[in-house]
């Protein structure tokens, strides 16, 4: 009886527990992915980001022919423990929102910022966006746009998780696992150096 009661008791909690999750999706470009997928994964309530393509018309684009997509990146949230808002918040407070050729080191179109919303998602980023430029603290207006939804093409493997993954790959300073490559690559390009300059305090840099 007693095994009954507690297995009865497992069935009904499992889908109140499911329905505690909101699970929603945005999509997000910061420049390099792996640097946006890690901030993102290192935030409260982010389930899953994956690197990929969005905003071209080439069809099918992969690592070496992405035509004119912008390098994504698709989140995966429960919104029940982290908002829309603070997603775009931490988007804008981890890239160079001032710098339309590109991020960073990181140069041409396909590194430029951008957020693919519609409806209320819109207006939410540009509330958020808007925030900003009327705090007076940037040097100019934010030129990271608000672009319409568009379909995201997932990379290969190869870039997935590039920044905590223990494969050896060959670099300039010889085989490094991704891990301590991604670190190399990160502090060489001068990412967390120009966020720091322009955003001050209110910099989001996730701890590697």
Known sequence: MLKSFFAAAM???APMAAQAEDIKKALFAGGCF?????????LDGVKEAVSGFAGGTTSKPTYKSFGNHLEAVEITYDAEKVSYAELVDVLLRSSDVVDAGGQFCDRGPHYATGIFASGAEAKIAADVIAKHDASGKLPKPIVTPILPKA???KVG?????????????????????KAKAYKFY???????????QLWG???YIPKL
Not at 34 to 42: A, D, G, I, T
Not at 157 to 177: E, I, N, W
Not at 186 to 196: E, I, L, P, Q, S
């Open 11 to 13: 069935i009904i909690a």
């Open 34 to 42: 792996w640097c946006v997928e890690s901030n993102f994964e290192h």
């Open 151 to 153: 379909k995201f093409y």
């Open 157 to 177: 493997a190869y870039h997935q998780d590039y920044y905590k993954s223990d494969k050896v790959v060959l670099t300039r300073r010889g085989p490094l696992t």
């Open 186 to 196: 990160r502090k060489g390009c001068g990412r967390d150096k120009r966020v720091k």
């Open 201 to 203: 305090s209110q910099a």
